[in-house]
């Protein structure tokens, strides 16, 4: 195996990962992958925009206060407090990179305001590309960067381990050439999330939970997994993932209705159409349950104003057959975002001395139980750019930069092999499809004991039965169980995470509830393969 050597290698290169590297300078850093740099993860599909009080009449204090009051009891106070008091100079620091923010007919940055919003104080670009055009900007000054070197279409299989702390990382640069260590003293994962884990997601298929799944394996606390967020409306047409429909729809007026144009979110919740996204989301599937179809209309709000406001959502829409200033959009809830993940402090340090991470595969404690509209794309650029700043720290007081030549016997956490051997009675494709219809269906929107205990019970057969897979399917496994795990852990309803066998909140369990993971078919095994860290 040949190996290479850097200071810091940056794993994903979504905004998260993109902002560390802008602010690892002068480090020589390794951005690694597995699509083109600007063109894969989640945050080219960011439509909704990033939060940040920047309005005469708005406050880091206010912003704070909603982002706490979404979390349902779990938000880190002083995480949301550094996380909101940084937005306004990081909307300065996008700008400064080239990113093109949409304006108001003044000159001044135009503000949207989403669910759970006090104030309008969503910064978008292009109406409803947001993460798409920061992408771009980001990606062009990383490219412009000298120190930086991009490896593209390269996966990222196994974090190297030495003496309980991470030495770098093991990656597949495909097409059948053999594996590269790449070692540094420091690796920080923004590798986003698990969408790919459910039936229906909004996520693109690269987000298999790789960087999850290497931590886990390294022996990293993870935390929070319970807690995934379903986007309330995704383009219910054929696809995957499904196309988002933005949240700035219903924060401009759109409402949700059902085929005989009722409005039953007015029900559910004083703020109908503005309510958090988790009740949202469940009311409109529990309205499908009851056998009900379901509609964004925005045909009085928008009308023939979408196409250029929301170009996006305009040409998802009429790829569809749906022409969305003429007719209701019908929508159904999506996986979209895990509020869970990597437990890491205000400054990215993660359990493992050496590792760090930022964006949707860490859990800073920012979310809670319930992510606030608009705060991903936040909490990415803040803590990305923390991450670095602590990372540059840590190399400057240490040796590890100037003897990293002397790790060259660092092992991998746990080393992947080449399959062999038949995969029983399913393709990989089969078996992905069949994973994610389990999650949806046993691991969803809403849970019980018998479902989440039947769900860890067949991925651990299948985990049994695949032991020896490399990639994406073996991430997807790992991550699946422990989500589940943490599921069946947590006896009540929360936020994102609600049981059906536990429909009430339980102010005994107003904490976080960490999980070491353990390998499949371990001495511990089956409901206990992921215990609590209590």
Known sequence: MDTHRADVVVIG??????????????????????????????????????????????????????????????????VVRLMTDRAPGEIEALLATGTRFDRAP????????????????????????????????LSAAVSAQPGVEVRERVFAEELQVEGGRVRGVVVDPGGGAARIRIEAPAVILATGGAGQLYRYTTNPSELTGDGLAMAGRAGATLVDLEFVQFHPTALAAAGDPL???????????????????????????????????DVVARAIFEHQRAGHRVFLDARDAVGDALAERFPTVYRS??????????????VTPAAHYFMGGVMVDARGRSSIPGLWACGEVSATGAHGANRLASNSLLEAVVFGSEAARDVRASI??????????????????????????SWADDSPAALRRRLRSLMWD??????????LES????????????????????????????????????RESRGSHVRSDYPLTDESLRRHLPIQPEPAGSAAGGRMAAHLVL
């Not at 910064?123 to 947001?130: E, F, K, S």
């Not at 590890?400 to 746990?414: K, P």
């Not at 046993?442 to 004991?449: K, P, Y």
């Open 243 to 277: 196309p988002l429909l933005t949240e700035a729809l219903r924060g401009e007026g759109a409402v949700v209705v059902d085929e005989s144009g009722d409005r039953f979110l007015a029900r559910i919740h004083p703020d109908a159409e503005l309510a958090p996204r």
């Open 442 to 451: 046993r691991v969803g929107l809403v849970r019980d004991r018998d479902g």
């Open 455 to 490: 769900a860890i019970d067949q991925i651990e057969a299948l985990e049994r039965e695949l032991r020896d897979t490399p990639g994406e399917l073996r991430n997807l496994l790992a991550a699946g169980r422990w989500v589940a795990c943490a599921a069946l852990a947590r």
């Open 106 to 137: 003044g000159g001044e940055l135009a503000l949207g305001r989403e669910a759970g919003h006090q104030r309008r104080r969503i910064v978008h670009a292009g109406g409803d590309a947001t993460g798409s055009e920061m992408v771009r900007s």
């Open 317 to 330: 829409c009429k790829a569809a057959g749906i022409d969305p200033a003429r007719e209701p959009m019908p």
């Open 396 to 421: 400057a007081g240490s040796s590890d930069a100037a003897d990293a030549a002397a790790h060259a016997g660092a092992h991998s956490a746990a080393p992947p092999s080449r399959r062999t051997g």
């Open 13 to 78: 290169a979504g905004v998260a990962g993109l902002r560390a590297v802008l602010a690892l300078a002068p480090l020589d850093v390794v951005l690694v992958t597995k699509t083109r740099l600007g063109a894969g993860g989640s945050s080219p599909f960011a439509q909704g925009g990033i939060a940040a009080a920047i309005d005469r009449g708005d406050s880091p204090r206010l912003h704070a206060d909603d982002t706490i009051a979404v979390g349902s009891g779990l938000n880190d106070a002083a």
